[in-house]
């Protein structure tokens, strides 16, 4: 096992190197100046312009201005914003907790909800609390965060008024439940279809009619027996969904105004900087990465048939 | 998940445990499912009873209804679709169709035990066999974890896997398909108990795995007095383990014999049939004979006898009346004990 | 094909009896059913099927032809007298102010309709470019193995490496305007890999059949095995991850230009109507709700569809 997450490790540097340097390459190399950016539409002297960029190292060739990023980025480096002034590493720092939080919020959400939901809809196969339950996960599924998180806002907090339509203080969990719900609708859906598949197939094989023909109570038939083998593509499915979470918030912590890492990477996109963008983009790559890592290992643990290849 | 329990609570009238009668007992068993295309009759009056130590084997091509008659006394069919709509099953004297849940949860396992055709997907691939044999214990005996690993160690022992201590921990997919099967025939024998019944146990075997996986069957059932039901297609399986033959044709028995009466001379058109179309060494370069047409639909039994539009023997009454399962006698009417037939021309099959 | 389909019935509920005997039915009267007759068949009698159909069709012929459901123009300013507050006239069906009118005085219905066509648009495209893309991919990773696969698998990594609503925030932000051919190819850049990664499986499962070893034995060249034998098999799985994908990328294009990142005016597209009736949300929600629902509503019709086709083409995923 050791052997075989050093190999998987070794493989994802050259992912990582790859996906950062896409996004690296479209944020420097196409159209787009960010040092025009900060100056907007006063008119600028391109003297000026060229000084500014030399000391920002934007004239080197793209290749030498990656090495010499992902250099100091190795190094904990994330560079300086042109706009604010502030150290890069500074804004993450700030910003980051408040979209873990966020995350860990939802994912909790999507976790016991879209399970429950999958099982209850899953042992009852093709009943109406089943088709009711589909259904009711096709709508989620149709509804972009953005139509489901003013929908929300404008009931709950305009016509009922039980919450703040924003959130004021990232801190607070309470303020949070809602842009978590938002951000959890997509992936608890597609949580709660998975399950209620794989419930719904585990029910019908011979390894079940084993379990209930050995006389094993009902409890543990469904427990042990039917849980272990379905709930193994949804532990995968999940590892997965915390990268999905994790960008999903550009749009939710947008509309609810909270202060965390989407907010910070769509306004530094509008004013094109590159180094704050690709800075938090590869701080999501490496999540994602690792996120698969442990999904894969996680696999073999609960899957006896997979070996460590 | 829904099994044939009937919901009722009341205990069933309580026999005598031992009196001597038959183990188990179907009474004119009826099993349907519903379909998108009606109403599939998959069993249709099916009797038959096992005593301790008598092997029983029910032959029939896929859907006979063999399995589904098996699946129904372990209370293990699927309702809905499947229905009972009549008949009874008795265990030791008692109706297990008129059982509360719980009761009958109690039998399987511990007095009826089954074994399934593949051993590979009816094992749960994500538990050790270890672990899959000592619930038994653990559930059923209240034995801790240890103790019932000690146990499973023991089954394995039992039924001949060679290192079983040093393999109590692999999982389904680490053994091969003989040794699967073994451990699906350990988990069986785990509480001794009174029946078991094998579905098709060798079907998915090795030729040369199959003799080993019977005689170890045949071994353990004379061991424990157990009565068993094997219910297989193949003929030669069945020759040298079972005493009686009941032979099923679209969820009836047509024909029952003591199993080497049955080869010497049967006494319906499909056993014969079943019986010429063994491929046979003396007859060489002979055509293979092969019984004409296909199983039937069971939305749409023909009536009359269901065999009629294949049986070579056939005239009108077969398409008209449906013939009753009565005692086949000798030519001068002496007695044959244990033999029936369910055809109108019984007597010219077998003397004829 | 369909013998498998009865196998595995058979074996699911144990005795092969209902299920066995129905469908030797049509088997045994000689008419042989190919995968797509048997899916067609199932499709015909899906009431998801139907109606998702029939308002797919509904909104194709709203995007094809937009000046059949409204003579309004979506653009232009088409109330002078009274201004955004005033409530839709649900009295008035198919009228400019049915729905009422946005911030900007333009009539939310003519805008609906006219978004039609940038939303599926962008769909059917990108699907349509994700599925070649994908499939070409794939194929040729699954059928050459050794390190053609080795390299396309480390690329369909990296790209699956970028979360794909940053990335395409990302790569839409260096365009100054985006129509909806720039959406297109930069949804597609990014979205390829699903369909790679199907398409892969696929070709390695059937480059593995007898019939295709037996096309080589007889000697059939690389593209015709590749054409003839396993394009056809693989299109199945292929079908299906592309028909629930497009519900999606209508959502993310929607989400995008709901972002101000997507498509641009003159453009019109319900997610930036979203965007402009923000400001409106507390005391004019019909502006922004509106193009919300419709946007929901073409979702789910793709999504209901593309449900009905796995369901047809996936039996065993039922």
Redesign the interface.
Known sequence: MGRYVARRLLQMI???I??TF??FF??YA???DPVRAMMGDQAYDPAVVASIKKDLGLDQPIIQQYVTYMGNLVQGDFGTQIASGRPIADIIADAFPVTIRLTIFAFTFVSLVGIGLGIVAGLKPDTLRDRGLLTLT??L???????LG??L??LLA?QWKVTDPTVTDSENWGQLMLPAIVLASLSLAYVARLTR?SIA?NL?S?YM?TAVAKGLPRRRIIGVHLMRNSLIPVVTFLGIEV??L???A??TE?IFNVRGIGVE??EA??R?EGAT?VGI?SL??LI??AASLIVDLLYAVLDPRIRYA | MTTIDKASTVPGPRGPQDDGGPLLEVRDLHVE?S???GV?K?VNGVNYTVSAGETLAVLGE??S?K??TA?AIMG???MP?GRIPKGEIFFRGQDMLKMSNDERRKIRGQKIAMIFQDAL?SLNPVLSVGYQLGEMFRVHQGLSKKEAKAKAIELMDRVKIPAASARVNDYPHQFSGGMRQRIMIAMALALEPDLIIADEPTTALDVTVQAQVMDLLAELQREYNMGLILITHDLGVVADVADKIAVMYAGRIVETAPVHELYKRPAHPYTKGLLESIPRLDQKGSELYAIKG??????RIPSGCAFNPRCPQAQDVCRTDIPALIPVTERDGGELPGRGSACHFWKETIHG | MPDKTVEKV?????????????D??PA?TGKPRSLWSDAWHDLRRNPLFLVSAVLIVFLLVMAIWPSLFTSASPRDVENLARDFRQPPQWGHVFGRDWLGFDGQGRSIYARIVYGARASITVGVGVTVCVTILGTIVGMIAGYFGGWIDTLLS??T???L???????A???L??F?KRSVWVVILALAFLGWTQIARVARGAVITIKQADYVVAAKALGASTTRILMRHILPNALAPIIVVATIAL?GYI?AE??LS????GLTEPTVSW?GD?STG?EL??IA?HV??IP??M???T??SF??FG?AVRNALDP??R
């Open positions: 050259p992912v990582f790859g996906s896409i996004i479209m944020m196409l159209p787009g096709l709508f599924v149709s509804m972009p965060s953005f139509v003013f929908l806002q404008y305009f598949t197939e019908r011979d009619r990268g999905n994790m960008t999903g550009i749009v947008g990477i769509y996109l509008s094109r963008v983009a999501m790559v994602y990465l | 499912f379909t998108r295309d599939a998959a896929s859907g209804g399995s589904v699946q293990i069919l699927d679709p997907s296909l199983p039937p639909n069971l939305t | 058979a074996t699911a509920t144990g005795e092969p009896i209902p299920a066995v005997a129905t030797a039915g045994a480390r690329m990594d990296i790209f490496g970028i979360p794909f609503l940053l990335g925030l990302v790569v932000n260096t100054e519900g959502a929607a989400t709901f972002l101000g990142i997610g979203v923000r949300l507390r929600p922004l709700i919300s629902v946007v929901s509503i979702v789910l999504l209901m449900d065993k995923l």
